[in-house]
């Protein structure tokens, strides 16, 4: 024969969270049932859920840094970054010098329908061209558009935020972002 | 034997034996039930095609490979940062624990040892995988033998840890925050107080899983006694992880076996149960995920300063050899045979998945339960398909 | 209600019917609404429906739609007359269930003489329409679904009717209206301010009645029929569109219906103290107060539904023949003890 208290305790937690949700309030107001606040889900088209900052949501780029240096398409797993340029020749830098030749970037686009957002691309760069921001809504409903070209990166460059302190007895310092 | 009395033992015999007399004078025919790949029980698509005689299982036999990705072939032409990134993938609740024993064998091929402090901070993003790999199943264990309702407590309780993982690699699911040589980055600043309050409600979670669930008489009648697999049986089918210590057996590489993270340095304990039943496999995780919960903690607590990545070059080459290392996975014991010949990435790499080992015990265990038992036994043995298909 | 209204007795008819046919879709969209959607959700920490209508109340009205203008499939194998005619034999035993329901002194279908009598047997017609289901689905799950079902309603009928038996005892009488007016009618202890509804004596058979109802219902704990993460679905695996909507509204309208029976058998049905049983103006309240009781008994149902795991079907059945049913002979004994004695 089942001994009530175990499945009474049950009904009781199930009974808690009813509660909870309906009539979340404290103080002198807690009788009035205020669902939308008590529920734990986002209703997400009308509220949204903000990403801590280190969110990967997309990757933006800071074309003046860029070089086309090709690391990042090298290292993507997926092999979703093209990149084209071609050599320009730029004036020395002092008087009297040789002419440099300079690379122009022509063409960086990431397939974001390819991409795993893995973050080694933004990782490897060594010119700090590519930056990580947490925008997630940017869904297409067509699969090319999820191509994003070289101006539509550089609009993701203003949603970037900053880089955030570290933890105490951290010895890594903070880097600055581009503008 | 196991911990069933001798009086049940009898009873449950004699029982069978009636059965069989009933058997014998209607001499009904079986029927092959395909608990299929599309089954909301099978987490993912494994299937189970199972020979029924009335409601009893005569045979059950376990087809796999509904979901195999190719991840060992996919290793081969990958460099190994890129390979971080595809065997998050593997089990994909466990996220984090996934990476470790593959750059442990790297490390180990390189003879290079991370620093402290991201040794530290590498057994503490383990123990919060563990605990959201642990959450969801203690939901979902109440969701296959009916419980609607904690499976939803689990998803918002997880949610939390989930959330801190993504406030420090940027990813919940898919963290790849493992490095050759260290971790990618530091913790950001205030995460070390926020969860230390993720894990207080954790506990807190826990024991309103103990309410709901292990207290529960329905619960236990329909997990007490179910899919008792002994000791030495366990053993011998290379089951690990929670699997085997429910059966009693007092092993955790964590403790057994470390390969270099921080468990040596805090004191936590091992929890096994005696009898080897579904209930005990509960237990014994629940019991898990609230030690994790205070290993955390402990290790917030005593977290060293310091760089959190070794001097490694840009590129990285490991030298040519073979390196085995294994972890203690929320699943169970996840190891990585890597063979490197010298080059950007291994030249083979060999997935050793708790998954797998884990269900090759359900021909044995499933003979004679009835079907709801069938569903109990998988969800307490609780493998993840893309562990066991890779 | 015939000083009020000279009716003709096919108008009178008419009328009855008309309103029961309207309140039965009703009646499982209020409990659907509030139970199904809102407390579960509650219950979960969610919010459930909230898009359609003011607070998700039209929901299931969208919902009956896109049931309505689904395909109507059905397997190849399947055994196409007895497939079509199962929900339907389902559905029709909740129709007649509501015949005898009463909601008022004279608001009610026919006041049966064999009032709870006919309801108990009008209520397990719905095992035949399971077993139609489930053996007409050409399904191995839906199968092992209509075979579970046919054991436990059967096993579960029994308790359910014992369970009545101590409140047919205690009233005197089969019917309905009777049992009511007995409640309303009777005293606890020479205090008739209240009446004596018969929870307070026969608290042992309203358990027992909640844990046979649940069963009926195929409600977990007790829903290895429809056990969804086992058998997929159960009996209404293959039932799509309309007819799966037909089953849906059958189980909560005959939740509906048992909750009346057992606010009406013990917590005194449309009676409220400090009316006469013969006033009027019952007729417009009973329907109010029953709602009320019946919305606390259907509360109890369901909150067990989403809070407990379910019972195998080796253990539902021990729990039936070796608890329930002697606990439900030892409740009849005693009642027909205190009967007589008092």
Request: net charge negative; glycine share 8%; proline share 6%.
């Given at each position: 024969?089942?001994?009530?208290p175990?499945?009474?305790?049950?009904?009781?937690?199930?009974?808690?969270?009813?509660g909870r949700?309906?009539?979340?309030k404290?103080?002198?107001?807690?009788?009035?049932?205020?669902?939308?606040?008590?529920?734990?889900?986002?209703q997400?088209?009308?509220?949204?859920?903000?990403?801590?900052d280190?969110a990967?949501g997309?990757?933006a780029?800071?074309?003046?840094?860029?070089?086309?240096?090709?690391?990042?398409?090298?290292?993507?797993?997926?092999?979703?970054?093209?990149?084209?340029g071609?050599?320009?020749?730029?004036?020395?830098?002092?008087?009297?010098?040789?002419?440099?030749t300079?690379?122009?970037?022509?063409?960086?686009?990431i397939?974001?329908?390819?991409?795993?957002?893995?973050?080694?691309?933004?990782?490897?760069?060594p010119?700090?061209?590519?930056?990580?921001?947490?925008?997630?809504e940017?869904?297409?409903?067509?699969?090319?558009?999820?191509?994003h070209d070289?101006?539509?990166?550089?609009e993701?460059?203003?949603?970037?935020?900053?880089?955030?302190?570290?933890?105490?007895?951290?010895?890594?310092?903070?880097?600055?972002?581009?503008? | 034997m196991?911990?069933t009395s001798?009086?049940?033992?009898?009873?449950?015999?004699?029982?069978?034996?009636?059965?069989?007399?009933v058997?014998?004078?209607?001499?009904?025919?079986?029927?092959?039930?395909?608990?299929?790949?599309?089954?909301?029980?099978?987490?993912?698509?494994?299937?189970?095609?199972?020979?029924?005689?009335?409601?009893q299982?005569i045979?059950?036999?376990?087809?796999?490979?509904?979901?195999?990705r190719?991840?060992?072939?996919?290793?081969?032409v990958?460099?190994y940062?890129?390979?971080?990134?595809?065997?998050?993938?593997?089990d994909?609740?466990?996220?984090?624990a996934?990476?470790?024993?593959?750059?442990?064998?790297?490390?180990?091929?390189?003879?290079?040892?991370?620093?402290?402090?991201?040794?530290?901070?590498?057994?503490?993003?383990?123990?919060?995988?563990?605990?959201?790999?642990?959450?969801?199943f203690?939901?979902?264990?109440?969701?296959?033998?009916?419980a609607?309702?904690?499976?939803?407590?689990?998803?918002?309780?997880r949610?939390?840890?989930?959330?801190?993982?993504?406030?420090a690699?940027?990813?919940?699911?898919?963290?790849?925050?493992?490095?050759?040589?260290?971790?990618?980055?530091?913790?950001?600043?205030?995460?070390?107080?926020?969860?230390?309050?993720?894990?207080?409600?954790m506990r807190?979670?826990?024991?309103?899983?103990?309410?709901?669930l292990?207290g529960?008489?329905?619960?236990?009648?329909?997990?007490?006694?179910?899919?008792?697999?002994p000791?030495?049986?366990?053993?011998g089918?290379?089951?690990?992880?929670?699997?085997?210590r429910?059966?009693?057996?007092?092993?955790?590489?964590?403790?057994?076996?470390?390969?270099?993270?921080?468990?040596?340095?805090?004191?936590w304990?091992?929890?096994t149960?005696?009898?080897?039943?579904?209930?005990?496999?509960?237990?014994?995780?629940?019991?898990e995920?609230?030690?994790?919960?205070?290993?955390?903690?402990?290790?917030?607590?005593?977290?060293p300063?310091g760089?959190?990545?070794?001097?490694?070059?840009?590129?990285?080459?490991v030298?040519?050899?073979?390196?085995?290392?294994s972890?203690?996975?929320?699943?169970?014991?996840?190891?990585?045979?890597?063979?490197?010949?010298?080059?950007?990435?291994?030249?083979?790499?060999?997935?050793?998945?708790?998954?797998f080992?884990?269900?090759?015990?359900?021909?044995?265990?499933m003979?004679?339960?009835?079907?709801?038992?069938?569903?109990?036994i998988?969800?307490?043995?609780?493998?993840?398909?893309?562990?066991i298909?890779r | 209600m015939?000083?009020?209204?000279?009716?003709?007795?096919?108008?009178?008819?008419?009328?009855?019917?008309?309103?029961?046919l309207a309140?039965?879709?009703?009646?499982?969209?209020?409990?659907?609404?509030?139970?199904?959607f809102?407390m579960?959700?509650?219950?979960?920490?969610?919010?459930?429906?909230?898009?359609t209508?003011?607070?998700?109340?039209?929901?299931?009205?969208?919902e009956?739609?896109k049931?309505?203008?689904k395909?109507?499939i059905?397997?190849?194998?399947?055994d196409?007359?007895?497939?079509?005619?199962?929900?339907?034999v389902?559905?029709?035993s909740?129709?007649?269930?509501?015949?005898?329901?009463?909601a008022g002194?004279?608001?009610?279908?026919?006041?049966?003489?064999?009032?709870?009598?006919y309801?108990?047997a009008?209520?397990?017609?719905?095992?035949l329409?399971?077993?139609?289901?489930?053996?007409a689905?050409?399904?191995?799950?839906?199968?092992?679904?209509?075979l579970?079902?046919?054991?436990?309603?059967?096993?579960?009928?029994?308790?359910?009717?014992?369970?009545?038996?101590?409140?047919?005892?205690q009233?005197?009488?089969?019917?309905?209206?009777?049992?009511?007016?007995?409640?309303?009618?009777?005293?606890?202890?020479?205090?008739?301010?209240?009446?004596?509804?018969?929870?307070?004596?026969q608290?042992?058979?309203?358990?027992?009645?909640?844990?046979?109802?649940?069963?009926?219902?195929?409600?977990?704990?007790?829903?290895?029929?429809?056990?969804?993460?086992?058998?997929?679905?159960?009996?209404?695996?293959?039932?799509?569109?309309?007819?799966?909507?037909l089953?849906?509204?059958a189980e909560f309208?005959?939740?509906?219906?048992?909750?009346?029976?057992a606010?009406?058998?013990?917590l005194?049905?449309?009676?409220?103290?400090?009316?006469?049983?013969?006033?009027?103006?019952?007729?417009i309240?009973?329907?109010?107060?029953?709602?009320?009781?019946?919305?606390?008994?259907a509360?109890l149902?369901?909150?067990?539904?989403?809070?407990?795991?379910?019972?195998?079907?080796?253990?539902?059945?021990?729990?039936?023949?070796?608890?329930?049913?002697?606990?439900?002979?030892v409740?009849?004994?005693?009642?027909?003890?205190?009967?007589?004695?008092?």
């Amino acid at each position: 024969m089942p001994q009530m208290p175990g499945l009474i305790k049950g009904l009781g937690v199930t009974a808690k969270t009813a509660g909870r949700t309906l009539f979340p309030k404290r103080g002198w107001k807690t009788l009035i049932p205020a669902p939308q606040q008590g529920a734990v889900t986002v209703q997400y088209p009308h509220e949204k859920e903000a990403p801590p900052d280190r969110a990967r949501g997309v990757i933006a780029l800071h074309e003046e840094n860029c070089t086309a240096c090709m690391l990042c398409s090298r290292s993507c797993p997926d092999w979703c970054i093209y990149i084209e340029g071609h050599k320009v020749k730029a004036p020395p830098r002092r008087a009297g010098g040789k002419a440099r030749t300079v690379n122009k970037l022509d063409r960086f686009d990431i397939d974001y329908a390819l991409c795993m957002y893995c973050g080694i691309c933004v990782e490897v760069c060594p010119f700090d061209a590519l930056f990580w921001s947490p925008e997630y809504e940017y869904s297409e409903p067509r699969i090319a558009d999820l191509l994003h070209d070289k101006d539509r990166l550089g609009e993701w460059m203003e949603t970037v935020p900053d880089f955030e302190d570290y933890e105490s007895g951290s010895e890594q310092k903070v880097r600055k972002v581009p503008r | 034997m196991t911990a069933t009395s001798d009086q049940a033992q009898r009873a449950y015999v004699a029982a069978q034996a009636a059965d069989a007399r009933v058997n014998v004078e209607l001499d009904t025919g079986d029927m092959t039930l395909n608990i299929g790949p599309q089954h909301p029980a099978t987490h993912g698509t494994l299937r189970i095609a199972c020979q029924l005689d009335g409601e009893q299982v005569i045979m059950a036999e376990p087809i796999m490979g509904y979901m195999h990705r190719g991840y060992e072939k996919l290793c081969e032409v990958r460099t190994y940062p890129q390979c971080t990134t595809l065997i998050n993938r593997i089990d994909w609740l466990g996220s984090f624990a996934n990476e470790v024993p593959f750059i442990l064998a790297a490390e180990q091929l390189m003879e290079v040892e991370a620093p402290p402090r991201a040794q530290w901070i590498r057994t503490i993003l383990f123990e919060l995988s563990r605990i959201a790999n642990l959450a969801l199943f203690l939901g979902d264990m109440g969701v296959q033998v009916g419980a609607l309702t904690p499976v939803f407590f689990a998803f918002r309780d997880r949610e939390r840890v989930l959330n801190q993982i993504e406030a420090a690699t940027g990813g919940r699911f898919h963290p790849n925050f493992d490095r050759i040589g260290g971790l990618k980055d530091d913790l950001p600043k205030g995460w070390i107080d926020e969860t230390r309050a993720v894990m207080a409600k954790m506990r807190g979670f826990c024991d309103e899983m103990e309410d709901l669930l292990v207290g529960n008489e329905i619960f236990q009648t329909r997990c007490r006694g179910v899919g008792v697999i002994p000791a030495d049986v366990a053993l011998g089918y290379g089951l690990s992880g929670a699997n085997l210590r429910a059966s009693g057996v007092d092993w955790d590489l964590r403790r057994d076996a470390n390969p270099g993270l921080a468990w040596n340095e805090i004191d936590w304990r091992v929890w096994t149960h005696p009898d080897g039943d579904s209930f005990a496999r509960y237990w014994v995780r629940l019991q898990e995920t609230r030690e994790a919960t205070y290993m955390v903690e402990k290790l917030l607590d005593g977290l060293p300063g310091g760089p959190i990545m070794a001097k490694v070059p840009r590129i990285i080459k490991v030298p040519a050899g073979e390196a085995y290392v294994s972890t203690e996975n929320p699943l169970g014991e996840m190891g990585y045979y890597v063979v490197s010949k010298g080059d950007l990435g291994p030249f083979r790499v060999k997935i050793r998945t708790p998954s797998f080992n884990n269900i090759s015990i359900v021909p044995w265990v499933m003979k004679g339960v009835y079907v709801p038992d069938v569903i109990t036994i998988l969800g307490s043995l609780y493998f993840i398909l893309g562990d066991i298909d890779r | 209600m015939n000083e009020l209204l000279a009716l003709v007795y096919w108008q009178e008819t008419a009328i009855k019917l008309g309103v029961a046919l309207a309140v039965i879709p009703t009646t499982s969209l209020i409990l659907v609404y509030l139970f199904l959607f809102k407390m579960m959700a509650f219950m979960q920490s969610r919010l459930g429906p909230n898009d359609t209508g003011p607070y998700g109340s039209l929901q299931l009205i969208a919902e009956a739609i896109k049931f309505l203008q689904k395909e109507d499939i059905h397997p190849s194998q399947a055994d196409r007359r007895v497939f079509r005619m199962a929900p339907v034999v389902v559905l029709a035993s909740t129709f007649l269930l509501y015949v005898v329901l009463p909601a008022g002194p004279d608001a009610i279908v026919e006041n049966l003489d064999t009032g709870i009598f006919y309801a108990m047997a009008v209520s397990s017609l719905s095992v035949l329409g399971i077993l139609m289901a489930g053996w007409a689905s050409a399904n191995k799950y839906a199968l092992l679904g209509g075979l579970r079902a046919a054991g436990q309603l059967i096993a579960y009928e029994l308790p359910l009717i014992l369970a009545v038996m101590g409140v047919v005892i205690q009233a005197g009488t089969l019917n309905l209206q009777g049992i009511v007016v007995a409640q309303a009618t009777g005293e606890i202890f020479g205090w008739g301010a209240i009446g004596h509804p018969f929870i307070l004596t026969q608290f042992v058979g309203l358990f027992i009645f909640l844990i046979a109802a649940q069963a009926e219902l195929t409600q977990t704990p007790f829903d290895m029929p429809v056990a969804e993460t086992e058998l997929v679905g159960g009996f209404h695996i293959e039932y799509t569109g309309f007819r799966f909507l037909l089953f849906f509204m059958a189980e909560f309208g005959t939740a509906f219906a048992f909750s009346a029976l057992a606010s009406v058998m013990f917590l005194g049905g449309w009676w409220i103290p400090g009316f006469d049983v013969d006033d009027n103006i019952l007729n417009i309240l009973g329907p109010g107060v029953m709602l009320g009781k019946i919305l606390l008994i259907a509360f109890l149902i369901f909150w067990v539904r989403f809070t407990y795991p379910r019972l195998r079907e080796d253990q539902l059945q021990k729990f039936a023949w070796k608890f329930l049913i002697p606990l439900s002979l030892v409740n009849i004994v005693l009642t027909g003890v205190f009967k007589v004695v008092f």
